[in-house]
C-alpha cells in the first residue's frame, strides 16, 4: 500500500483548505484510514480518522466542527476538508492507513502553513 498526500500550502486564518490523500496498491485491504499532524516541536497527534465504509469517524477536540474527514473506496482517496483554519493548525499533515494484518502505512507529508 502506498498513500501520498497533496492539497498542503498556504491559507490565511479563518480560510479553507482540502488536503486529499490518494492511496494505491492493495487498497482493498485497507480499513481505518486517518489524519494525523506534527507540528514543530510537538509530537504527532491524530486529527481524524474514518471506517473502511466511511460511517464511523472520530476527530480530535481541536477540529470537531471545523475538520471533516471522507474517503471514496471506489476512486482510492481520502480527504480533509479544513475550515475555519487557525494558526494552530499548521503542521506537516500525513495520511494514515491500517490493513487487515494489523500493518500500518504513512504517506510522505503534506505542509500546512497558516498566515494571521
Known amino acids: 500500500v502506498q498513500l501520498v498526500e497533496s492539497g498542503g500550502g498556504l491559507v490565511q486564518a479563518g480560510g479553507s483548505l482540502r488536503l486529499s490523500c490518494a492511496a494505491s496498491g492493495r487498497t482493498f485491504t485497507i480499513n481505518t484510514m486517518g489524519w494525523y499532524r506534527q507540528a514543530p516541536g510537538k509530537e504527532r497527534e491524530l486529527v481524524a480518522s474514518?471506517?473502511?465504509?466511511?460511517?464511523?469517524?472520530n476527530y480530535a477536540d481541536s477540529v470537531k466542527g471545523r475538520f471533516t474527514i471522507s474517503r471514496d473506496n471506489p476512486e482510492n482517496m481520502m480527504y480533509l476538508q479544513m475550515n475555519s483554519v487557525k494558526p494552530e493548525d499548521a503542521a506537516v499533515y500525513y495520511c494514515w492507513g491500517v490493513v487487515g494484518g494489523g500493518n500500518t502505512y504513512w504517506g510522505q507529508g503534506t505542509q500546512v502553513t497558516v498566515s494571521s
Open positions: 474514518i471506517s473502511r465504509g466511511g460511517d464511523h469517524t
